[in-house]
Protein backbone atom coordinates (compact mmCIF):
# COMPACT_ATOMS: atom_id res chain seq x y z
CA UNK A 1 0.00 0.00 0.00
CA UNK A 2 2.96 2.23 -0.09
CA UNK A 3 5.52 3.97 -2.85
CA UNK A 4 2.93 6.76 -3.93
CA UNK A 5 4.23 9.53 -1.45
CA UNK A 6 7.69 10.27 -3.90
CA UNK A 7 9.11 13.21 -5.48
CA UNK A 8 9.22 14.31 -8.85
CA UNK A 9 13.17 14.31 -10.12
CA UNK A 10 12.52 15.83 -13.37
CA UNK A 11 11.56 19.17 -11.10
CA UNK A 12 14.07 19.39 -8.79
CA UNK A 13 17.38 20.51 -8.67
CA UNK A 14 20.75 18.01 -8.66
CA UNK A 15 21.38 19.51 -5.24
CA UNK A 16 17.31 18.90 -3.87
CA UNK A 17 17.81 15.46 -5.52
CA UNK A 18 20.54 15.12 -3.58
CA UNK A 19 19.60 15.93 0.06
CA UNK A 20 16.55 13.62 -0.98
CA UNK A 21 18.37 10.34 -1.76
CA UNK A 22 20.63 11.02 1.30
CA UNK A 23 17.42 10.82 3.34
CA UNK A 24 16.30 7.79 1.31
CA UNK A 25 19.88 6.06 1.92
CA UNK A 26 19.81 6.77 5.69
CA UNK A 27 16.60 5.30 6.36
CA UNK A 28 17.90 2.32 4.59
CA UNK A 29 21.18 2.37 6.49
CA UNK A 30 18.64 2.21 9.84
CA UNK A 31 16.53 -0.23 8.98
CA UNK A 32 19.87 -2.31 8.39
CA UNK A 33 21.42 -1.18 11.63
CA UNK A 34 18.45 -1.08 14.48
CA UNK A 35 16.53 -4.35 12.80
CA UNK A 36 18.83 -6.12 10.66
CA UNK A 37 19.37 -6.38 6.77
CA UNK A 38 16.33 -8.20 5.99
CA UNK A 39 14.24 -5.34 7.52
CA UNK A 40 15.41 -3.38 4.40
CA UNK A 41 12.62 -4.69 2.61
CA UNK A 42 10.24 -1.96 4.19
CA UNK A 43 12.01 0.79 3.46
CA UNK A 44 9.80 2.96 1.76
CA UNK A 45 9.48 6.48 -0.16
CA UNK A 46 6.82 7.43 2.30
CA UNK A 47 8.76 7.08 5.01
CA UNK A 48 11.19 9.20 3.47
CA UNK A 49 8.66 11.87 3.25
CA UNK A 50 8.22 11.44 7.12
CA UNK A 51 11.98 11.44 7.74
CA UNK A 52 12.16 14.77 5.20
CA UNK A 53 9.04 16.37 7.09
CA UNK A 54 9.83 15.77 10.87
CA UNK A 55 13.57 16.81 9.94
CA UNK A 56 12.28 20.03 8.40
CA UNK A 57 9.61 20.99 10.82
CA UNK A 58 12.31 20.77 13.75
CA UNK A 59 15.12 21.43 12.71
CA UNK A 60 16.64 18.61 13.16
CA UNK A 61 20.76 18.63 12.04
CA UNK A 62 21.66 15.65 10.22
CA UNK A 63 24.99 13.32 10.32
CA UNK A 64 26.31 12.79 6.82
CA UNK A 65 28.25 10.06 5.41
CA UNK A 66 29.45 7.64 2.77
CA UNK A 67 28.20 3.96 2.30
CA UNK A 68 28.21 1.32 -0.18
CA UNK A 69 25.47 -1.44 -0.17
CA UNK A 70 24.11 -4.42 -2.25
CA UNK A 71 22.16 -2.48 -4.56
CA UNK A 72 25.09 -0.27 -4.80
CA UNK A 73 28.25 -2.52 -4.17
CA UNK A 74 30.90 -0.81 -6.73
CA UNK A 75 30.25 3.02 -5.31
CA UNK A 76 30.01 4.53 -2.22
CA UNK A 77 27.28 7.27 -1.87
CA UNK A 78 25.79 9.99 0.65
CA UNK A 79 23.54 9.32 3.37
CA UNK A 80 21.89 11.78 6.05
CA UNK A 81 20.92 10.87 9.56
CA UNK A 82 19.08 11.92 12.65
CA UNK A 83 16.87 10.50 15.62
CA UNK A 84 13.88 10.98 12.98
CA UNK A 85 15.72 8.81 10.75
CA UNK A 86 15.39 6.20 13.49
CA UNK A 87 11.70 7.04 14.13
CA UNK A 88 10.79 6.28 10.72
CA UNK A 89 12.89 3.04 10.33
CA UNK A 90 10.36 1.74 13.76
CA UNK A 91 7.52 2.76 12.45
CA UNK A 92 8.14 1.12 9.02
CA UNK A 93 8.81 -1.95 10.81
CA UNK A 94 5.55 -1.58 12.41
CA UNK A 95 3.65 -1.02 9.22
CA UNK A 96 4.83 -3.65 7.59
CA UNK A 97 4.78 -6.17 9.66
CA UNK A 98 1.21 -5.20 9.54
CA UNK A 99 1.58 -5.61 6.10
CA UNK A 100 3.02 -8.79 5.45
CA UNK A 101 0.25 -10.60 8.07
CA UNK A 102 -1.95 -9.13 5.91
CA UNK A 103 -0.77 -10.35 2.98
CA UNK A 104 -0.82 -14.12 4.90
CA UNK A 105 -4.15 -13.73 6.32
CA UNK A 106 -5.55 -13.06 2.45
CA UNK A 107 -3.53 -15.39 0.19
CA UNK A 108 -2.19 -17.59 2.45
CA UNK A 109 1.48 -16.33 0.94
CA UNK A 110 4.22 -18.24 2.78
CA UNK A 111 6.96 -15.44 2.33
CA UNK A 112 5.41 -12.98 4.26
CA UNK A 113 4.31 -15.31 7.12
CA UNK A 114 8.22 -16.39 6.88
CA UNK A 115 9.93 -12.53 7.25
CA UNK A 116 6.56 -11.54 9.46
CA UNK A 117 8.06 -14.42 11.86
CA UNK A 118 11.41 -13.01 11.72
CA UNK A 119 10.18 -9.30 12.34
CA UNK A 120 8.20 -9.56 15.28
CA UNK A 121 10.91 -9.63 17.64
CA UNK A 122 11.46 -6.18 16.04
CA UNK A 123 8.05 -5.18 16.09
CA UNK A 124 7.31 -6.12 19.83
CA UNK A 125 10.69 -3.60 20.63
CA UNK A 126 8.54 -0.77 18.21
CA UNK A 127 5.48 -1.26 20.46
CA UNK A 128 7.10 -1.09 23.81
CA UNK A 129 8.74 2.17 22.71
CA UNK A 130 5.97 3.95 20.63
CA UNK A 131 3.04 2.45 22.57
CA UNK A 132 0.72 5.20 21.12
CA UNK A 133 1.73 4.79 17.84
CA UNK A 134 1.43 1.16 17.49
CA UNK A 135 -2.32 0.85 19.13
CA UNK A 136 -3.16 3.27 16.71
CA UNK A 137 -1.81 0.91 13.88
CA UNK A 138 -3.22 -2.03 15.34
CA UNK A 139 -6.66 -0.41 15.97
CA UNK A 140 -7.04 1.13 12.70
CA UNK A 141 -6.14 -1.95 10.69
CA UNK A 142 -8.76 -3.91 12.47
CA UNK A 143 -11.59 -1.41 12.00
CA UNK A 144 -10.32 -1.49 8.12
CA UNK A 145 -10.43 -5.09 8.09
CA UNK A 146 -14.29 -4.98 9.00
CA UNK A 147 -14.99 -2.97 6.78
CA UNK A 148 -13.51 -5.00 4.31
CA UNK A 149 -15.50 -7.54 5.36
CA UNK A 150 -18.41 -6.16 5.84
CA UNK A 151 -17.59 -5.11 1.80
CA UNK A 152 -17.93 -0.97 3.39
CA UNK A 153 -17.85 1.23 -0.07
CA UNK A 154 -18.23 4.07 2.20
CA UNK A 155 -15.11 5.77 1.26
CA UNK A 156 -14.76 8.18 3.57
CA UNK A 157 -15.22 5.40 6.54
CA UNK A 158 -12.94 2.85 4.71
CA UNK A 159 -10.09 5.27 4.22
CA UNK A 160 -10.13 7.16 7.03
CA UNK A 161 -8.82 4.00 9.38
CA UNK A 162 -5.40 4.49 7.08
CA UNK A 163 -6.13 8.47 7.58
CA UNK A 164 -6.08 7.70 11.28
CA UNK A 165 -3.68 5.61 11.37
CA UNK A 166 -0.82 7.70 9.33
CA UNK A 167 -1.93 11.06 11.38
CA UNK A 168 -0.87 9.16 14.86
CA UNK A 169 2.60 8.45 12.62
CA UNK A 170 3.02 11.82 11.50
CA UNK A 171 2.44 13.68 15.21
CA UNK A 172 5.85 11.94 16.48
CA UNK A 173 5.89 13.91 19.71
CA UNK A 174 2.18 14.88 20.19
CA UNK A 175 3.11 18.31 20.94
CA UNK A 176 2.01 22.09 19.60
CA UNK A 177 2.23 20.58 16.29
CA UNK A 178 0.21 17.80 16.59
CA UNK A 179 -3.11 19.27 15.49
CA UNK A 180 -1.54 20.17 11.73
CA UNK A 181 0.39 16.89 11.65
CA UNK A 182 -2.52 15.20 12.28
CA UNK A 183 -4.75 16.41 9.62
CA UNK A 184 -1.78 16.46 7.33
CA UNK A 185 -1.24 12.46 7.90
CA UNK A 186 -5.46 11.91 7.81
CA UNK A 187 -5.67 13.31 4.40
CA UNK A 188 -2.89 11.95 2.74
CA UNK A 189 -3.54 8.34 4.76
CA UNK A 190 -7.24 8.80 2.64
CA UNK A 191 -5.19 9.48 -0.20
CA UNK A 192 -2.75 6.67 -0.40
CA UNK A 193 -5.34 4.20 0.75
CA UNK A 194 -7.83 5.37 -2.23
CA UNK A 195 -4.66 5.35 -4.91
CA UNK A 196 -3.79 2.04 -3.82
CA UNK A 197 -7.53 0.57 -4.62
CA UNK A 198 -7.61 3.07 -7.26
CA UNK A 199 -4.55 1.05 -8.56
CA UNK A 200 -5.88 -2.52 -7.83
CA UNK A 201 -9.01 -2.60 -9.48
CA UNK A 202 -9.36 -4.12 -12.27
CA UNK A 203 -7.26 -6.81 -10.48
CA UNK A 204 -9.61 -6.95 -7.36
CA UNK A 205 -12.67 -7.00 -9.57
CA UNK A 206 -10.95 -9.95 -11.89
CA UNK A 207 -10.41 -11.92 -8.64
CA UNK A 208 -13.47 -10.88 -7.12
CA UNK A 209 -11.83 -9.26 -4.05
CA UNK A 210 -12.58 -6.52 -1.62
CA UNK A 211 -12.21 -3.03 -3.65
CA UNK A 212 -13.57 0.46 -2.22
CA UNK A 213 -14.34 1.61 -5.25
CA UNK A 214 -16.05 -0.91 -6.97
CA UNK A 215 -19.26 0.76 -6.27
CA UNK A 216 -17.67 4.08 -7.74
CA UNK A 217 -16.58 2.84 -10.68
CA UNK A 218 -19.85 1.64 -11.66
CA UNK A 219 -21.29 5.19 -12.30
CA UNK A 220 -20.84 7.66 -15.07
CA UNK A 221 -17.80 10.01 -14.71
CA UNK A 222 -15.87 7.45 -12.30
CA UNK A 223 -12.56 8.57 -13.54
CA UNK A 224 -13.31 12.61 -12.93
CA UNK A 225 -14.87 11.50 -9.75
CA UNK A 226 -12.12 9.77 -8.20
CA UNK A 227 -9.81 12.43 -9.59
CA UNK A 228 -11.70 14.88 -7.76
CA UNK A 229 -11.73 13.11 -5.00
CA UNK A 230 -7.88 12.92 -4.78
CA UNK A 231 -7.03 16.19 -5.47
CA UNK A 232 -9.28 17.36 -3.09
CA UNK A 233 -7.16 14.95 0.30
CA UNK A 234 -4.19 16.57 -1.31
CA UNK A 235 -5.31 20.03 -1.30
CA UNK A 236 -6.35 19.63 2.61
CA UNK A 237 -3.06 17.77 3.10
CA UNK A 238 -1.52 20.52 1.72
CA UNK A 239 -3.58 23.17 3.54
CA UNK A 240 -1.95 21.43 6.55
CA UNK A 241 1.13 21.63 5.61
CA UNK A 242 1.60 25.62 4.77
CA UNK A 243 0.51 26.18 8.11
CA UNK A 244 3.54 24.08 9.41
CA UNK A 245 6.74 26.66 10.10
CA UNK A 246 8.67 24.62 7.99
CA UNK A 247 11.96 26.66 6.12
CA UNK A 248 14.32 23.69 5.83
CA UNK A 249 13.75 21.55 3.05
CA UNK A 250 10.44 23.51 1.99
CA UNK A 251 10.86 23.21 -1.76
CA UNK A 252 11.53 19.81 -1.76
CA UNK A 253 8.16 18.72 0.54
CA UNK A 254 6.43 20.72 -1.60
CA UNK A 255 7.37 19.55 -5.05
CA UNK A 256 6.33 15.80 -3.22
CA UNK A 257 3.31 17.00 -2.13
CA UNK A 258 2.17 18.91 -5.28
CA UNK A 259 3.68 17.32 -7.80
CA UNK A 260 5.39 13.93 -6.93
CA UNK A 261 2.41 12.19 -5.25
CA UNK A 262 0.36 12.09 -9.02
CA UNK A 263 3.62 10.87 -10.93
CA UNK A 264 2.06 7.25 -10.27
CA UNK A 265 -1.32 7.99 -11.11
CA UNK A 266 -0.24 10.08 -13.92
CA UNK A 267 1.51 6.49 -14.81
CA UNK A 268 -1.71 4.18 -13.88
CA UNK A 269 -4.02 6.33 -16.25
CA UNK A 270 -1.17 6.21 -18.96
CA UNK A 271 -0.85 2.57 -18.77
CA UNK A 272 -4.55 2.33 -19.06
CA UNK A 273 -4.74 4.42 -21.77
CA UNK A 274 -2.71 2.23 -23.77
CA UNK A 275 -4.07 -0.65 -23.01
CA UNK A 276 -7.53 0.73 -24.03
CA UNK A 277 -6.12 1.55 -27.19
CA UNK A 278 -4.61 -1.55 -28.01
CA UNK A 279 -7.70 -3.54 -27.39
CA UNK A 280 -9.70 -1.25 -29.75
CA UNK A 281 -7.41 -2.12 -32.29
CA UNK A 282 -7.21 -5.49 -31.65
CA UNK A 283 -11.35 -5.49 -31.78
Avoid at 14 to 30: E, I, V
Avoid at 213 to 237: F, W
Avoid at 256 to 278: C, F, N, P, T
Amino acid sequence: MFGYITVNPEELSKQQLAQYRGYYCGLCRALGQRHGAEAKVCLTYDMTFLVVLLTSLYEYDSQAGRLRCLPHPLKEHDYLYNAFTDYAADMSVALSYYNLMDNWKDSKDLASLSLARRLKKRYLSVARKYPRQCTAIHYCLAQLEKCEKADNQNLDEVSGCFGCLLGEILDARHDVWSRDLQQMGFALGKFIYLMDAYEDLPGDKKAGRYNPLRALAGQEGYEEKIHDILELLMAQCAAAFERLPVLENADLLRNILYSGVWMHYRDIRHKRAEKEESEGENH
